[in-house]
């Protein structure tokens, strides 16, 4: 069943077209990996006349790729991966070069007591904890932490980088461009795909110069038509070309788009003297919720990436996750390092967590998919770089083939070449392996850690069986009559008396504290827009985030979509019905799946479009 | 009848305004922490003047539009991406070293040696734009050196418009105090003109002129000629970022005039 979302005000208009080799959407480790494999062939040989252009025959290649961030650099994500197919790329590599790299040193996992007393822990869980508490330094707790003596093997990331994905991209995209084969162009959302049946034959480009709505305004500029013979799509989980192809082609028989996370983290600088190692790595589970997963990686020059992971698992509605990270860098394991640093930057991602289940179609006539919107991300290792850039790879390869077979780019030729290679690699070897690692996780976080064990101690051969619902049903709604709906109630007194977001007042409710500004390294939301994140959205181009159905909005009494919102650009209209700035989103995504509505049972009553601008942080 | 104009613009990058910056000081002198690993961007100022040049050429057609740029090659070429998909121009790089310190009498040497050196430039058609000032540092001086290093008498400082007349002179609106701009009439060119924000709006980003530019940017970018900058005994004595102040308040219940009120006394406390 297909929706129809709220139609564009833009009209048709006369679009110019421009003809190329290759279009690429979106610019990130796994177009990286693409990118590098194509032209590190092409340097080899800048004569072979494989690389001969089709759409400007005496040329070499065009390739162009479009990016909707307004740089490069504008990734978010400090990540910690084991860099394989990284490392197979650049032999050479040195992560020295890389401002913000370093090798990995040394690795923790901790479970984390709830010093605060807040957290909505199971019967379970509070046993555990008891039991933990009563044995105190004996079972090795220290600072409301318990490490494991050992990392799973799964998990284990030794011998591989800590990176800043901005700075990465950078590094990545300054080596690319200086060939002169490729063009990546910041910047320049991509609005859709061009489809012929079901033949991809490029790319539309955003338009600009229009209202909030897409109606033209002054200056208007319809998006161009960019052809190819070739289209790549890696523009993310909830890229706009990605999400159209899987409207229009649908999704391999059985899969789906079900689970997902927000990444949501803070860059900190560290104080002097500070005794973390560059290359420390920490995992951390149990607080400040126990569905909520936890990270500090340590990186040169006294910078730290910390965060949290909130999953679509968690179920309850109020997933204010820049709050529970304010909590989770206070818990005192992390805070006797944090507590006198300064916020550099904060930045907010969605991360597709079905991994092979949402695998889409990988390639077909005119296109192929790349990269985490292409289900490469590895759900049992938590790793999605290297997998991503080994995608990328695997497409360059196939098209470096096929483009020296003289063979087009069909679909049966795709799937001989980019598919075959990617079915036998390690990433389709770790993605069988955790295919149903988390499946435990709805039902409960203990089934789930348990779940989770089964599958990365047996390499995927046990796990447990799930029936996940679609996310909007993964939003359970308030219960009125409950004892959280006496809290709820409550709540509205408190959000109406202080003139604060409804969840943040439920949280207080809760028993979570006050978080103590300092207006360094705890600061308000909108400051960390101002101080870390630095989001920003040029005029010209139209509201991204659509919402299908007001009327099920302002009936919705839950309101994830303004819970989980990572900048604060949704908030609650006088109507009752959210309310969408453009200029305070940081294209995380996480309303798209955060709506615990919907229209015809299927989507969400959210619509998440092609925009510009968002965060302008190169340490993210 | 259109008249046939030479513009050369001259724009320095600067890193993202949006970024976190640090001012350090190291062997050489003061500079910015990571300064290589920031995102740059055009100059703010120097932008202004390239889309007013931009627009400025296209109303005249058969005019020439060079950007010229000093600033490490790899820098520029990020720049590039965010640049080339708004305007036509000829990108005349050097590759020179990074940030606003060096000293503005050396740039200014390089940048008119080049300039007197472009092919095909008609130095009685130029129009010699750039910023009024700087976002890394804001002397204001190096485009008015390179016009009296190029012989150009007619400057002008803090513009925001110019019209071109019929028979080749120029309307140029000055800023002076007050938010009023002084008029004043040109005879033509050459001239110097140093741009305040203009009054066009930033140009959409148009990919075929973008893949156009490409053609020229890439070759010219291997073949930059490097410059290596004097500091002609410059020093600095100290550098800092301006003071941010910030300080965050929930009120409730209060007029628009008592918040202004309380906002006066806090900008009056500062």
């Known amino acids: ?620 | 009848m259109a008249n046939l104009l030479h513009i050369v613009v001259c724009a320095g990058i600067v890193p993202d305004p949006l970024q976190t910056l640090e001012p350090v000081t190291g062997p050489t002198g003061p500079g910015l922490k990571n300064e290589m690993v920031l995102p740059a961007v055009l100059d703010p100022w120097a932008a202004s003047a390239l889309y007013e040049a931009a627009n400025l050429a296209a109303k005249n057609p058969g005019s020439k539009l060079w950007l010229v740029s000093l600033g490490p090659k790899a820098k520029l070429q990020q720049v590039m991406m965010t640049v080339a998909q708004k305007a036509c121009f000829e990108l005349v790089p050097i590759d020179g070293p990074i940030g606003g310190f060096p000293d503005a009498h050396s740039t200014a040497a390089v940048l008119a040696e080049t300039i007197a050196a472009l092919p095909g430039l008609d130095r009685a058609k130029l129009l010699l734009f750039g910023g009024w000032e700087s976002a890394t540092r804001g002397a204001g001086v190096t485009l008015q050196l390179i016009g009296e290093r190029l012989g150009i008498t007619d400057q002008f400082q803090g513009v925001d418009q110019i019209e071109l007349r019929e028979d080749g002179s120029l309307e140029v609106l000055e800023r002076v105090e007050g938010g009023k701009h002084q008029v004043s009439v040109c005879a033509g060119t050459p001239a110097v003109l140093g741009w305040a924000t203009g009054n066009l709006a930033e140009p959409r980003n148009n990919p075929q002129i973008g893949m156009a530019n490409m053609r020229t940017i890439m070759p010219a970018l291997q073949k930059a000629k490097v410059a290596k900058l004097d500091a002609n005994g410059l020093r600095y004595v100290s550098a800092s970022l301006p003071k941010q102040q910030r300080t965050t308040r929930v009120v409730k219940d209060l007029t628009p005039d008592e918040i202004a009120v309380e906002l006066v006394e806090w900008i009056g406390a500062e």
């Open chain 1, 1 to 620: 069943m297909s929706v129809e979302a709220t139609p564009s005000e833009a009209p048709e208009v006369e679009r110019q077209t421009m003809e190329v080799d290759f279009a690429c959407a979106g610019f990130g480790p796994a177009m990286g990996g693409f990118l590098t494999t194509l032209t590190n062939a092409w340097n080899e040989n800048p004569a072979d006349p494989a690389f001969e252009s089709k759409a400007t025959p005496g040329m070499p290649l065009q390739v162009l790729c479009y990016e909707r961030a307004d740089d490069i650099s504008s990734g978010v994500s400090g990540v910690v991966t084991r860099g394989q197919a990284i490392r197979t790329s650049f032999p050479e590599l040195n992560p020295a070069e890389i401002p913000m790299a370093v090798e990995v040193r040394s690795e923790r996992v901790m479970y984390l007591l709830d010093p605060v007393g807040a957290s909505r822990r199971s019967l379970t869980l509070r046993a555990a904890d008891a039991a933990l508490r009563a044995f105190g330094r004996l079972a090795g707790v220290k600072d409301y932490a318990f490490e494991l003596p050992w990392t799973p093997a799964f998990l284990n990331k030794h011998g591989g980088l800590v990176l800043s994905i901005g700075q990465f991209n950078q590094w990545v995209g300054s080596q690319l461009m200086a060939t002169g084969l490729v063009q990546i162009w910041p910047g320049t959302p991509v609005s859709e795909p061009l489809l012929s049946g079901r033949r991809v034959e490029g790319l539309r480009l955003s338009d600009q110069g229009v209202e909030k709505s897409g109606a033209p305004a002054d200056g208007f500029m319809a998006g161009m038509d960019v052809r190819a013979q070739l289209t790549v799509v890696g523009d993310g989980p909830v890229g706009a070309v990605g999400q159209a192809l899987d409207e229009k082609l649908g999704l391999p028989e059985g899969h789906a788009h079900r689970e997902w996370a927000l990444g949501m983290k803070f860059v900190i600088e560290l104080p002097e003297g500070s005794t973390l190692e560059p290359g420390t790595v920490w995992h951390s589970f149990g607080y400040p919720e126990p569905e909520i997963f936890g990270f500090l990686y340590v990186h040169p020059e006294r910078l730290v990436s910390v965060g949290i992971f909130v999953p679509s698992w968690m179920h309850d509605p109020s997933r204010t996750a820049y709050r529970y990270l304010q909590h989770y860098i206070q818990h005192p394991a992390l805070w006797k390092y944090l507590k006198d640093g300064t916020l550099r930057s904060w930045g907010a991602k969605s991360l597709e967590e079905s991994g092979r289940h949402g695998e889409p179609f990988l390639s077909g006539d005119g296109f192929a998919r790349i990269g985490e919107g292409s289900g490469s991300t590895n759900m049992l290792t938590g790793s999605g770089v290297d997998e991503a850039w080994a995608t990328g790879t695997q497409l360059g390869e196939a098209v470096i083939e096929l483009l020296r077979a003289g063979k087009p780019f069909t679909k049966e030729n795709l799937a001989t070449t980019y598919e075959a290679r990617r079915r036998k690699s390690w990433v389709e070897r770790g993605a069988r392996e955790a295919e149903n690692a988390r499946n435990g996780f709805q039902g409960g976080v203990v089934k789930g850690m348990i779940g989770m064990a089964l599958a990365g101690l047996t390499g995927g051969k046990l796990s447990l069986g799930a029936h996940i619902p679609p996310p909007h049903k993964q939003v359970r709604p308030f219960a009125p009559r409950s004892f959280d709906g006496l809290m709820l109630k409550e709540a509205v007194a408190v959000a109406l008396e202080d003139g604060r977001p409804l969840h943040d007042a439920l949280l207080s409710v809760r028993g979570w504290p006050e978080i103590p500004f300092d207006g360094r390294l705890l600061v308000t939301q909108q400051d960390a827009l101002l101080l870390g994140g630095k989001v920003q959205a040029i005029p010209g181009f139209a509201d991204h985030v659509v919402f299908r159905d007001a009327g099920l909005c302002i009936a919705c009494e839950e309101k994830t979509c303004i819970a989980m919102c990572s900048g604060q650009a949704i908030t609650l209209g006088e109507s009752g019905a959210p309310v969408f700035e453009r200029e305070r989103c940081a294209h995380c995504g996480a309303c798209l799946w955060n709506c615990g509505q919907s229209p015809d049972g299927v989507h969400s009553n959210i619509e998440f479009r092609a925009g510009a601008g968002g965060l302008h942080s190169a340490e993210n």
